[in-house]
């Protein structure tokens, strides 16, 4: 894409092209994370549903109250845990998407809005 300092103007319509070569790109990147997770999201579940058994009286168990949810649960959770893993590929293609659009100084202000927003 063309830098801000050019001056030139792009039609509305590559905007909405780079935006969504840029979703597909997070789409993607999320998805190949998730193909990676899935051999492993009973275990991924237990790990996290452990802390919660071991606080259950009489060494309790963990009840499903719908047909599939023994299936889906594991499989929502290993996508959501690919989600938090492909946070900084996601941000970097909105990164991608938003930077040509700004120019040098607003860029800069970029750099301390990151860092002080990362140590919050």
């Known amino acids: 894409m ?3 300092e050019d001056d030139v103007e792009q039609p509305f319509i590559s905007h909405l092209l780079e935006l969504r070569d840029r979703l597909l790109r997070m789409i993607i990147g999320i998805l190949i994370v998730f193909l990676i997770l899935l051999p492993f999201a009973n275990d991924i ?20 109250f719908g047909v599939v ?18 946070i900084p590929w996601i941000l970097y ?3 991608a998407f938003v ?4 120019y ?17």
């Open 45 to 64: 579940y237990q790990a996290i549903a452990a802390p919660l058994k071991a606080e259950l009286p009489n060494a309790g168990d963990l009840q499903a």
């Open 2 to 4: 063309v830098s801000a």
């Open 69 to 86: 949810s023994p299936f889906f649960v594991p499989i929502k959770t290993a996508l959501i845990l690919s989600v938090f893993i492909s």
């Open 93 to 95: 293609q909105f990164w």
């Open 104 to 120: 040098r100084h607003e860029k800069r202000l970029v750099v301390p809005l990151v860092i002080s927003s990362t140590l919050l």
């Open 99 to 102: 930077a040509p659009g700004l």
